[in-house]
């Protein structure tokens, strides 16, 4: 009996962690399906293709993801997991700096940068992509956020500073120049969003219901 016709439990896509033939079975999947979202976007990514390049039964592609938005889901989830810790300078500037170079270094990766790029379009027209995108970011925001508390703490910061908007200041233009000009952003980019990030943040810009006046 071949393995693709043994009857399997059907869990929601990106809840399952065992090890075993499972494991190695979902890790080989995805890194295909990340590598066919590289090479040519959402719109070409077939599940029977990522099957052949995976090396496993196209039926067992299709019984434990089902779908092509439920297997970039199931990416999005492996790659929360896969990112790397958080990094303690012992100042505010230094850690923003980290994870603005961190973001930087993944966005100008030839394979990560065309990843994020294609998983970003088809999060704008499925409901169920959309949701693990935010749920990578927001994986990002809670290991990064300490960051930011801990500048409260040493002085650094205002009472009241929003630690995920400030994490989130840091990003967010390095995304916006890889969406807005196909390009991926380079070192001083990293520098400059941090710099940004840092001055808006001492200026109380992100303080919990701080009011700006103009």
């Known amino acids: 009996m071949s393995p693709d016709s043994e ?4 869990p929601e896509p990106g809840t399952l962690r065992p ?7 979902r890790t080989a999947v995805l890194r295909a399906a990340g590598d066919v979202l590289a090479e040519r976007g959402v719109d070409r990514l077939d599940l029977s293709d990522v099957a052949r390049r995976a090396e496993v039964g196209k039926t067992t592609v299709y019984r434990r993801w089902g779908s092509v938005p439920a297997l970039v889901a199931d990416l999005l989830v492996d790659m929360a997991e896969q990112s790397l810790p958080r990094e303690e300078t012992g100042s505010l500037l230094g850690d923003l700096r980290a994870g603005a170079l961190l973001v930087q270094r993944t966005l100008a990766d030839p394979r990560r940068g065309a990843l994020f790029r294609a998983v970003i379009a088809a999060a704008t ?3 169920r ?5 935010r749920h990578f970011y927001d994986v990002q925001v809670t290991e990064w956020a300490p960051c930011v508390e801990q500048a409260v703490a040493r002085g650094e910061l205002p009472a009241g500073t929003d630690p995920s908007q400030v994490v989130r200041a840091v ?12 390009t991926a952003p380079d ?4 520098e400059r969003a941090a710099l940004a990030a840092r001055a808006a ?11 700006l006046m103009g």
């Open 7 to 10: 009857p399997e439990p059907e």
């Open 19 to 25: 090890g075993g033939r499972t494991a190695r079975v």
């Open 125 to 127: 027209c499925d409901a």
């Open 129 to 133: 992509t959309a949701e693990a995108l």
């Open 171 to 182: 990003s967010a233009p390095l995304y916006y120049e890889l969406l807005t000009t196909g």
């Open 187 to 190: 070192a001083p980019a990293a």
């Open 201 to 211: 943040a001492v200026a109380g810009v992100y303080v919990h219901g701080q009011r």
